[in-house]
């Protein structure tokens, strides 16, 4: 007999409070009560799948507020997921086999697992203790939704619309919140960001009033959230089956938009953007040498071999080398996306548009469409073709301003030091204590592994003397 396999899912247990947190609702078994329990897909978006799973089985309109971290119980190795659920009608009837309960009557004896009264407990010193666990993120307590929706509807009315009342979930915490609400026109967005990405707000803000054709038009702001709310763009995301004109497009709005950056570098650098200007990434060269050695000798693993610190060190002066070979073809420092992916394009017949700008650059333009070149690759691997059509899209946009001798020298440089920028960026701003993060340090091995290839790859193309 043929035993089918069940797709794999990930159990979310719900902690669902209603009326101040005086009551919550959990699930009745023969003897003892558990926290309500919700399947959803893995590595997915997990706001968005568990308020559509619970909208399908549950029939009832909720929003997440953010998962609760896992929780150790004694010497036990049981760890499960918890995630804060508001329902947005609490006064519904409990779906079958679930009952509203005070917090006052629950104890650990009446729970199958005591994990669960823990993580109501946990929510509550969140919600109401003070100290250290307390969270005052502008969506972490129950409530924040309503007046989100009331604010989303104030700004749309100056355009004649009005929320219908439909609405998408796709990221939830205390500090950050992206919803897609229906409207009875074009589909409205909500973004909201926190740290690390704070400068993400005041980024599109000044995009959004520079380059109207290239990014999503802003309709409303609210500071004490980081939040706003734009139209929607039209168009298809950049993939491996979009039409070949359709990423030529994606390169030529690149470049144009790039261009009509030039003259903006310190306006845009104010607003937050990202520093990666040449001037700015030789001073990391020398560091992220003495770093990667470090990493190197970490290393447990025999294959790949690490690196060593002589080849580092020639590494770090190849790159400067070459460095001082890019400024001499005086390309503008413009505007520039150190995560441009396909993900972040949408291209239209009339337009193409760019979002999510959390990291916005100021830089060499170049290193930016070696980014979108490197997606096309992975994409569409051996499309000798397309790749010429991407890079001749891009060329002769800029070919006006740079000699094919310049135009030659970026685009043979931009594989070793495009890298270099994003590493260094990385580097720099996230990845500083390693030793806990060891996935994180073998990324950034493979990433110096990269530039060693393409500096390898390079002698025989620049003279190069270090």
């Known amino acids: 007999m043929q035993v089918t396999q069940q797709p794999e899912r990930d159990e979310w247990r719900i902690v669902l409070p209603r009326h101040g947190a005086s009551e919550f ?3 009745v078994g023969d003897t003892h009560f558990s926290l309500p329990k919700v399947d959803i897909p893995p590595r997915c978006r997990v706001a968005q799948n568990l308020t559509a799973e619970i909208a399908r089985t549950w029939d009832w309109k909720v929003v997440c507020l953010y998962s609760l971290s896992s929780t150790r119980i004694g010497n036990s190795d049981l760890r499960s997921r918890y995630h804060v659920v508001e329902a947005l009608c609490p006064d519904a009837q409990p ?12 104890s650990a004896e009446a729970f199958t697992e005591t994990s669960d009264l823990v ?34 509807q104030d700004q749309i009315r100056q355009l ?12 939830a915490s205390p500090e950050f919140s992206l919803i897609r609400f229906e409207t009875d026109g074009p589909v409205v967005w909500f973004k909201a960001v926190g740290a690390p990405n704070l400068q ?33 763009a039209e168009g298809s995301h950049l993939d491996g089956d979009a039409e070949s004109d359709a990423w030529t497009r994606a390169a030529e709005a690149l470049a144009c938009l790039q261009l009509e950056s030039f003259g903006k570098g310190l306006h845009l650098l104010d607003a937050g953007c990202r520093d990666v200007r040449i001037c700015s990434l030789v001073g990391l ?16 693993k025999t294959s790949p071999p690490p690196l060593s610190h002589a080849e580092l060190v020639s590494l770090g002066a190849e790159i400067k080398c070459h460095f001082e070979e890019m400024e001499k073809c005086d390309i503008p420092n413009t505007l520039g996306h150190l995560d441009l992916n396909p993900g972040n394009i949408l291209v239209s017949r009339e337009r193409c ?9 100021v830089g060499n333009p170049f290193f930016t469409f070696q980014y979108l070149l490197e997606h096309l690759r992975r994409l569409r691997a051996h499309d000798s073709i397309q790749e010429l059509r991407l890079i001749s899209a891009y060329r002769n946009k800029w070919r006006p301003f740079l000699s094919p001798r310049d135009l030659d020298t970026a685009f043979g440089l931009s594989p070793l030091l495009g890298v270099f920028a994003y590493t260094a960026h990385r580097f720099t701003r996230q990845y500083l204590d390693l030793s806990s993060r060891p996935e994180i340090a073998g990324y950034l091995r493979a990433l110096a592994r990269r530039m060693k290839r393409e500096a390898d790859a390079l002698r025989g193309r620049f003279i190069c003397v270090p």
């Open 285 to 300: 060269i020398d560091p992220f040498v003495l770093s990667m050695s470090e990493l190197m000798d970490r290393q447990t």
């Open 95 to 106: 779906p079958d086999g679930m009952v509203w309960k005070p917090f006052t009557s629950l």
């Open 119 to 152: 993580a109501i407990s946990k929510f509550l010193g969140v919600y109401k203790g003070p100290g250290k666990d307390r969270i005052d993120g502008p969506f972490s307590k129950p409530g924040w939704f309503p007046e989100c929706q009331a604010w989303a």
């Open 160 to 171: 004649g619309l009005h929320l219908t009342g439909d609405f998408q979930q796709l990221n």
């Open 200 to 232: 993400e707000f005041p980024i599109s803000l000044t995009l959004a009033n520079l380059f109207t054709g290239f990014v999503p038009r802003i309709i409303g702001s609210r500071k004490e959230w980081n939040a706003w709310l734009s139209l929607q």
């Open 25 to 27: 609702l959990v699930s």
């Open 353 to 361: 548009v760019f979002l999510d700008w959390a990291e916005a650059c």
